[in-house]
């Protein structure tokens, strides 16, 4: 995933798992469409260079203790 914005770009590799899809994603399009949501979230709160360049979705609630209330209602 490449983030782009404020005069330059981040690199961001993200796995995913099904069984993360099926709980959190499952409203979402696409995993595709998910991993942005994911993005818009993590951006509401830290700047793209804060971001991890390689990470699991399922890390993002040890940061963010939201995240999984939050994503489910987007």
């Known amino acids: 995933m490449?983030?782009?914005g404020?005069?330059?770009s981040t690199e961001h590799e993200v796995?995913?798992?099904s069984a993360d899809l099926d709980?959190?994603?499952a409203s979402h399009r696409s995993p595709e469409d998910f991993i942005r949501a994911c993005f818009?979230?993590?951006l509401e709160?830290?700047?793209k260079e804060s971001?991890?360049?390689s990470f699991?979705?399922?890390e993002i609630g040890r940061y963010f203790p939201d995240f999984e209330r939050v994503i489910q209602d987007r």
């Open 6 to 8: 404020g005069g330059g």
């Open 40 to 42: 818009e979230f993590l």
């Open 56 to 58: 699991d979705v399922s």
């Open 2 to 4: 490449t983030v782009t």
């Open 45 to 47: 709160r830290e700047a």
């Open 51 to 53: 971001i991890l360049p």
């Open 23 to 25: 709980r959190l994603g």
């Open 15 to 17: 796995t995913l798992s």
